[in-house]
């Protein structure tokens, strides 16, 4: 574990678990990067420079609720209430000193509130405006997703906050702009702010909500029941309001002769980062995190080295935490190391670090998951019954109570040891988005 502190800024941590040893002519490194960051701006203590924190904890954070108002929003009539009822809620959360705005989405964007093509600043004042603005919200229109995101990033980029947050609900699919105009809307706001996406009802889809929060590193849930609307955007903006520290970025360095194969976030969540580098100085890559308050995230790095000759040790990878500064140069809030060691001892080389093997079955839950659920949608049965099987065997053997729990709903399970199940011949629509979404979600290594 390293830890680089400076008097005045919060606590950063990088843990690394791995085997370094090597077979001979062995090239490919795994190892687990635990990072966690603890007190300063997060708990109280001292706040990192240029973080939230640092000029006021709320004051330099904003946030944009995008409210689905598409004509679907009013069947039945009690969605578009709970969804009013739900941003009601977030804005009550906000703290004081927040800028925020709320925008309207149909087949166009439309600023609610404040109206003028800025933010407003939370307090007692502005959140009662907000709400009454609420109350004017009405279900009509189409539905265009991008250009919700653009509305959200024009009014975020107008402010110097360094939290920058948006909260998006829909109940349906984005069918009035192409594909390739949500793609563009995504490649634009992608760094520029995290989003956290919600899908109320059974009609949207799983891939299109999931592409979101995955391309603005931020979370993505199913919201079944619309009266479970404003618990759920309680807790998100609650979430949102103890981010200290944005724009975090993993960055990996490898000596001559050595790449990285993969980087992937594996908890809280499985995203993988790899096609994200961006360069950041001779053999360094950055790999954006997002935001960070008090918490604890997982990654799985893979790199290739050189071959080398039995009982020779080189370092295979740095791994840094660095946040950027106002001129321009990057602040190292922790560092790690990777290491590689050739040995002709079989029990050494052949052992598997216990957290790279069990996030290694994580990704592979997710993955089988999906792949299940796409086997049952095309009719391939048989294949969706050994997906779903694997998936059952990988969830029992993690630990993964939740997911196994989820895919209870969607097989019977005969022995989920062995990974035998038998597929339900009924399942709603619900319970099967619910695991589709959800899949993603991992557990840590058991203790």
């Excluded at 906000?94 to 933010?119: C, I, K, Q, S």
């Excluded at 592409?211 to 619309?226: N, Y």
């Excluded at 995230?297 to 080189?314: K, N, S």
Aim: proline share 4%.
């Amino acid at each position: 574990m390293a830890i680089l502190s400076k008097p005045n800024v919060p606590q950063f941590t990088v843990d690394v678990y791995q085997n370094e040893y090597l077979p001979d002519g062995g090239r490919e490194v795994n190892a687990v990067v635990t990072v966690t960051s603890t007190g300063g701006g997060t708990t109280g203590g001292h706040p990192l420079p240029g973080s939230s924190a640092a000029s006021g904890r709320a004051a330099n954070a904003a946030v944009v609720i995008m409210v689905d108002c598409s004509g679907s929003m009013e069947y039945p009539p009690t969605k578009m209430r709970n969804a009013r009822d739900a941003t009601a809620a977030a804005i009550d959360t906000l703290r004081d000193g927040t800028a925020f705005a709320v925008v309207a989405g149909t087949h166009v964007a439309r600023e609610v509130y404040p109206a003028n093509g800025g933010l407003a600043v939370a307090g007692p004042a502005t959140r009662e405006q907000a709400k009454q603005a609420l109350r004017r919200l009405s279900a009509g229109g189409g539905t265009a997703i991008g250009t919700w995101l653009r509305l959200a990033d024009k009014l975020l980029s107008g402010g110097d906050a360094a939290i920058r947050h948006g909260i998006l609900l829909t109940d349906g699919r984005n069918e009035h702009e192409k594909p390739e105009e949500l793609q563009a809307a995504l490649d634009a706001c992608a760094g520029r702010f995290t989003c956290d996406a919600r899908g109320v009802g059974t009609d949207w889809e799983v891939k299109e909500l999931t592409g979101i929060a995955s391309a603005l590193l931020g979370s993505v849930d199913i919201v079944a029941d619309p009266a479970g609307l404003a618990a759920d955007f309680q807790a998100m903006m609650e979430n949102a309001m103890g981010k200290e520290v944005a724009d975090v970025a993993l960055r990996l360095w490898t000596p001559l002769g050595s790449e990285i194969v993969f980087v992937k976030q594996v908890a809280p969540t499985v995203e993988d980062l790899t096609a994200r580098r961006t360069e950041a100085g001779p053999r360094a890559g950055d790999y954006p995190t997002g935001s960070w308050g008090d918490e604890s995230r997982d990654y799985h790095v893979c790199v290739r080295v050189p071959g080398a000759q039995l009982g020779q040790e080189m370092l295979a990878a740095r791994v840094s935490l660095v946040l950027p500064q106002p001129d321009g140069g990057t602040q190292v809030l922790a560092q790690g190391l990777v290491r590689a060691v050739w040995t002709d001892d079989m029990a050494m080389s052949t052992r598997i670090n216990p957290q790279v093997a069990h996030y290694t079955g994580q990704a592979e839950l997710a993955q089988v998951i999906q792949q299940g659920l796409e086997a049952r949608k095309a009719g391939d049965m048989d294949g969706a019954t050994a997906k779903l099987g694997r998936a059952v065997q990988l969830a029992s053997a993690s630990g993964n109570e939740d997911t196994a729990k989820l895919l209870a709903k969607v097989v019977d399970v005969v022995d989920a040891a062995s990974g035998t199940v038998r597929l339900k011949a009924r399942v709603a629509e619900a319970d099967e988005m619910t695991l589709d979404t959800r899949s993603t979600k991992t557990v840590r290594v058991k203790k």
